[in-house]
């Protein structure tokens, strides 16, 4: 899997957000930028299409996409690459860096005393 450039992952963002396949103009209508040129989309669909990220066929005379990569896949591999590459593949230093750079509430607090409750037993972090 390869790292997405912040335009195509706008585009991958409304292609989760739907329930089924979808054209290229029912996506247009969910990027929150919708200026883009249709050969600018066209474009992108093209390059997603190419990276395994999507699977085209087609409704009547549109193209229809669906996704090859599920959201909950993509956020996982640039969770690991992001731990990778900026700390050294250590959770703690990445929990101590956002502990020392940001106000947690006591409700973010707990959450994730209960997170590691659970792994520390054994179970999944759903």
């Not at 005379?61 to 992001?82: C, H, M, N, Q, R």
Request: hydrophobic share 35%; net charge negative; with cysteine.
């Amino acid at each position: 899997m390869k790292h997405l450039p912040a335009a195509q992952l706008e585009v991958m963002l409304a292609v989760w957000e739907a329930d089924e396949p979808i054209t290229r103009n029912e996506i247009q209508r969910k990027l929150p930028d919708s200026q883009w040129k249709i050969t600018t989309l066209n474009t992108l669909l093209n390059r997603l299409t190419q990276n395994g990220f999507l699977n085209f066929g087609h409704r009547g005379k549109e193209y229809v996409y669906s996704p090859l990569v599920t959201k909950d896949e993509y956020v996982a591999f640039e969770g690991k690459s992001i731990l990778k590459n900026l700390y050294d593949n250590s959770i703690k230093k990445f929990v101590a860096s956002v502990c020392n750079s940001s106000d947690l509430t006591e409700q973010e607090i707990s959450s994730l005393q209960t997170l590691l409750s659970k792994l520390k037993e054994g179970d999944t972090c759903d």
